[in-house]
């Protein structure tokens, strides 16, 4: 099993950006495909984005599609989410997941086995 931290979140104007990170303890990273979901207060969980376990895929929510990158290190068991361009509807909390034997396509429709806590990111207007 992992566990998972995420670190960065916080408030931000709309058009700016921030970056969030997630580090993972416990099994090696690198077995995990790795992602981001985020839920909005009154609103269901959502996807964000995703990457493949060698870093070579990635696979994001229309939403956040040329706005959002995903990357992740697996030297450091850390993965990071870039949001530019934020808007107003960005504002949720944000969590890391991660994975074993699914793609970064499938994440949005997988029910990843670990979390993190959650990290707020609020976009004013």
């Known amino acids: 099993q992992v566990q998972l931290v995420e670190s960065g979140g916080g408030l931000v104007q709309a058009g700016g950006s921030l970056g969030l990170s997630c580090v993972g303890s416990g099994r090696r990273f690198g077995d995990f495909t790795v992602g981001w979901f985020r839920q909005a207060p009154g609103k269901e969980r959502e996807f964000v984005a995703a990457?493949?376990?060698?870093?070579?895929?990635?696979y994001y929510a229309d939403s956040v599609k040329g706005r959002f990158t995903i990357s992740r290190d697996n030297t450091k068991s850390t993965q990071y989410l870039q949001m530019n361009s934020l808007k107003p509807e960005d504002t949720a909390v944000y969590y890391c997941?991660?994975?074993?034997?699914?793609?970064?396509?499938?994440?949005?429709?997988?029910?990843?086995?670990?979390w993190g806590q959650g990290t707020q990111v609020t976009v004013s207007s």
């Open positions: 997941v991660a994975e074993v034997h699914v793609t970064a396509r499938a994440m949005p429709v997988s029910r990843p086995s670990y």
């Open positions: 990457i493949d376990w060698g870093g070579q895929n990635s």
